[in-house]
Nanobody, 118 residues
């Protein structure tokens, strides 16, 4: 399994930017793609963005298109989420996820809190 550690969350005002990081370790050879997911209070975890380990094949939720950018530094086994023009509705715990061929499913890190005030 892959171990994931997120960082970079915080409290910001609407319109500000944040960059989240996720360092992965372990069975990286088994990982097909990685991504970011979020869970707001009282809601289910939802997809935000994904990227293949090769660095191509990005995908975004409609709610973040044009504002968020996912990227990967394969040499550092790290993915990033650059979040611009943040809105109060972006407030959530953000989780890094890794999809592995072996399990056919995602595993997640512990999450990092992002809070956006109006």
């Amino acid at each position: 399994q892959v171990q994931l550690t997120e960082s970079g969350g915080g409290l910001v005002q609407a319109g500000d930017s944040l960059r989240l990081s996720c360092v992965a370790s372990g069975r990286m050879f088994d990982v097909y793609k990685m991504g970011w997911f979020r869970q707001a209070p009282g809601k289910d975890r939802e997809f935000v963005a994904t990227i293949r380990q090769s660095g191509d094949g990005t995908d975004y939720a409609d709610s973040v298109k044009g504002r968020f950018t996912i990227s990967i530094d394969s040499a550092k086994s790290t993915i990033y989420l650059q979040m611009n023009s943040l809105k109060p509705e972006d407030t959530a715990i953000y989780y890094c996820g890794a999809f592995s061929y072996g399990s056919g499913d995602y595993n997640y890190g512990q999450g990092t809190q992002v809070s956006v005030s109006s």
